[in-house]
């Protein structure tokens, strides 16, 4: 079986796969370092687990109690979300690989910290494991410089300061499951918490809306979407760096407009003008950034939807296609994000090709 993780700062997200890459058992820990709980085959308990090692060790006796030992298990698989310019493919973790995610802490200091943490829990409980990782930038890789480059001073740019794009698993998922009936160009819709499109031509990225890190784009959960640098200064100036950068990811986006709930189920079921407004909101910068990446993809033959907005939203959905009305009538696909499923694969390549 393969384990693959999905760690947080706070979280660890964990799903096994069989032989034959079928899902097994899922679960998590979720609030470590403060009233964890873990939910594993649908059942939630409390749980002492006050680091990472804690509660990969809470979630390892939780699979044993369902029949999973660590003897069944033939690699862990883990979700790295950024793997800059040098990662741009899944790759097995040596010395190497793990000191080159460590060298993007900088452009992810979010979000690898965590992952490294699940990494390094995983090397101490089961030291002879196999591990793996899957990168969310690597899907993005075949961009032109000309999608991913700002216009900066080349010092700054050789800095790694560009677009990188994320959710690339998710495409990814999403392209291996339309198979031979991926449309040539067509624009992907990844709505959840994050927020980010995608144009796919041929089955490769060419343009998305997420960019040097995961705040760019659509208007989010909690994160601002797009908004100007010049914005971002006078926050920081007025507020520091560090209450700058959780306004900007945790206390925007819905959240912020509506000042109620950044959860769209809530907010579409809340007749507040705030809470209309901040759907409102939500639909229009999506729908910009849509017009954005179509002007790239040279039109569009299809529409695709992922995530949880994307996916269980019938009503967001339908707004954001009647915006897009006047480019006659398209396909419209609801496409299961399948990111963990997406990690084993990965892995099991190169399995395979060991």
Same mark, same amino acid.
């Given at each position: 079986m393969?384990?693959?993780?999905?760690?947080?700062?706070?979280?660890?997200?964990?799903?096994?796969f069989?032989?034959?890459?079928?899902?097994?058992?899922?679960?998590?820990?979720?609030?470590?370092?403060?009233k @964890?709980?873990?939910?594993?085959?649908? @059942?939630? *308990?409390?749980v002492?687990?006050?680091?990472?090692?804690?509660?990969?060790?809470c979630?390892?006796?939780?699979?044993?109690?369902?029949g999973?030992?660590?003897?069944n298990?033939?690699?862990?698989? %883990?979700?790295v979300? $950024?793997?800059g310019?040098s990662?741009?493919?899944p790759?097995?973790?040596?010395?190497?690989a793990?000191?080159?995610?460590?060298?993007?802490?900088?452009?992810?200091?979010? %979000?690898?910290?965590? @992952?490294?943490?699940?990494?390094?829990?995983?090397?101490?409980?089961?030291p002879?494991?196999? *591990? =793996?990782?899957? =990168?969310?930038?690597?899907? %993005?890789?075949? *961009?032109?410089?000309?999608?991913?480059?700002?216009?900066?001073?080349?010092?700054?740019?050789?800095?790694?300061?560009?677009?990188?794009?994320? %959710?690339g698993?998710?495409?990814?998922?999403?392209?291996?499951?339309?198979?031979?009936?991926?449309?040539?160009?067509?624009?992907? =819709? $990844?709505?959840g918490?994050?927020?980010?499109?995608?144009?796919?031509?041929?089955?490769?990225?060419? @343009?998305?809306?997420?960019?040097?890190?995961?705040?760019?784009?659509?208007?989010?959960?909690?994160?601002?979407?797009?908004i100007?640098?010049?914005?971002?200064?006078?926050?920081?100036?007025?507020?520091?760096?560090?209450?700058?950068?959780?306004?900007l990811?945790?206390?925007?986006?819905?959240?912020?407009?509506s000042?109620?709930?950044?959860?769209?189920?809530?907010?579409?079921?809340?007749?507040?003008?705030?809470?209309?407004?901040?759907?409102? $909101? =939500?639909?229009h910068?999506?729908?910009? *950034?849509?017009g954005?990446?179509?002007a790239?993809?040279e039109?569009?033959?299809?529409?695709a939807?992922?995530? +949880?907005? +994307?996916?269980?939203?019938?009503?967001?959905?339908?707004?954001?296609?009647?915006k897009?009305?006047?480019?006659?009538?398209?396909?419209?696909?609801?496409?299961?994000?399948?990111?963990?499923?997406?990690?084993?694969?990965?892995?099991?390549?190169?399995?395979?090709?060991?």
């Amino acid at each position: 079986m393969l384990l693959v993780l999905n760690t947080g700062s706070s979280s660890i997200k964990l799903a096994v796969f069989g032989a034959q890459l079928d899902l097994v058992i899922e679960g998590n820990v979720a609030g470590i370092g403060d009233k @964890a709980s873990m939910t594993l085959a649908g @059942a939630s *308990q409390s749980v002492a687990a006050g680091d990472h090692r804690e509660a990969l060790d809470c979630l390892l006796s939780g699979l044993r109690a369902q029949g999973i030992a660590a003897e069944n298990l033939k690699g862990a698989a %883990h979700r790295v979300v $950024h793997g800059g310019r040098s990662l741009t493919e899944p790759v097995r973790l040596t010395p190497e690989a793990l000191s080159q995610i460590e060298a993007m802490v900088p452009l992810a200091p979010l %979000h690898n910290p965590p @992952a490294l943490a699940g990494i390094k829990a995983v090397s101490e409980r089961l030291p002879d494991l196999p *591990q =793996f990782a899957s =990168f969310d930038t690597a899907f %993005h890789a075949s *961009q032109p410089d000309v999608a991913t480059a700002y216009a900066l001073p080349r010092a700054w740019r050789e800095k790694g300061v560009q677009r990188y794009g994320f %959710h690339g698993l998710s495409y990814a998922g999403m392209v291996r499951q339309f198979g031979p009936d991926l449309p040539e160009r067509l624009l992907a =819709f $990844h709505l959840g918490a994050g927020v980010s499109l995608c144009a796919i031509r041929g089955g490769r990225s060419i @343009a998305t809306s997420m960019g040097y890190s995961p705040l760019s784009g659509p208007t989010m959960a909690t994160r601002t979407g797009d908004i100007d640098g010049m914005a971002v200064l006078r926050i920081a100036e007025e507020e520091g760096f560090e209450e700058a950068t959780r306004l900007l990811n945790k206390e925007s986006g819905l959240l912020g407009l509506s000042g109620s709930s950044a959860d769209m189920r809530a907010l579409l079921a809340d007749t507040s003008p705030e809470a209309r407004f901040a759907v409102d $909101h =939500f639909v229009h910068s999506v729908v910009r *950034q849509a017009g954005s990446l179509i002007a790239a993809l040279e039109g569009v033959d299809a529409f695709a939807f992922t995530g +949880g907005i +994307g996916e269980n939203s019938e009503t967001i959905r339908g707004r954001i296609v009647q915006k897009l009305a006047w480019l006659g009538d398209k396909p419209v696909h609801v496409i299961p994000a399948e990111e963990e499923r997406q990690i084993a694969i990965d892995a099991q390549a190169l399995l395979d090709g060991a």
